[in-house]
């Protein structure tokens, strides 16, 4: 098993910028591919991005392309989501996620076996 722990979230105004960090513990990290996603409140969880176990490929939505980086360090057991020019629709609580490898599965809640408690993402107009 695997721990997952959020952090970096918070009040930021439109246009600027974030990073989240997941912390694992437990299970080697590096065994694991990674996703983020995020729920707002009345909507349901969507997928933000995800990379595989090596950091050789990476997955994003159409809605945070270029906009959002994902990356991670597998020495240090941390994933990654740098967030620029934040909008107010992207005000979420976003999730990280981890899923033994099942190549192409990335992109759905139910693909991945382990989740945070999420950290709370505000984007004021």
């Known amino acids: 098993q695997v721990q997952l722990v959020e952090s970096g979230g918070g009040l930021v105004q439109a246009g600027g910028s974030l990073r989240l960090s997941c912390t694992a513990s437990?299970?080697?990290?590096?065994?694991?591919?990674m996703g983020w996603f995020r729920q707002a409140p009345g909507k349901e969880r969507e997928f933000v991005s995800a990379?595989?176990?090596?950091?050789?490929?990476?997955y994003y939505a159409d809605f945070v392309k270029v906009r959002f980086t994902i990356s991670r360090d597998n020495a240090k057991g941390t994933l990654y989501l740098q967030m620029n020019s934040l909008k107010p629709e992207d005000t979420a609580v976003y999730f990280c996620?981890?899923?033994?490898?099942?190549?192409?599965?990335?992109?759905?809640?139910?693909?991945?076996?382990?989740w945070g408690q999420g950290t709370q993402v505000t984007v004021s107009s």
């Open positions: 996620a981890a899923q033994t490898h099942r190549p192409g599965l990335l992109a759905r809640p139910e693909d991945y076996d382990y």
């Open positions: 437990g299970r080697t990290f590096s065994s694991y591919d």
């Open positions: 990379i595989i176990w090596s950091g050789g490929r990476t």
